[in-house]
């Protein structure tokens, strides 16, 4: 895996948000990141729920995935990426 729009994916679940190396994060994803955010189930629920509500001002273009099942068999995707 490598960075391209986003960020490797892989480890992302446990991860602190905006620290993958080589990736231009917003300074609003760089700061959740100095504040210690951490990508959590409850982190990543509310981030994938509305990535703008949650982080304002991050450059995720996304509007998010309203049904929370949907959500909830992304997070446990991702928790099988290391």
Do not use: C
Not at 37 to 65: C, H, Q, R, V
């Amino acid at each position: 895996a490598r960075n391209k729009v986003g960020p490797v994916l892989n480890g992302v679940y446990g991860r602190t948000a905006g620290t993958v190396e080589g990736f231009n994060y917003s300074e609003a994803m760089k700061t959740a990141g100095e504040k210690r955010l951490m990508w959590d189930e409850e982190s990543l629920n509310g981030y994938l729920d509305s990535p703008t509500t949650y982080l304002p001002k991050s450059k995720m273009a996304f509007a998010g995935i309203k049904v929370e099942k949907d959500r909830a068999d992304l997070i446990a995707y991702l928790k099988t990426l290391k």
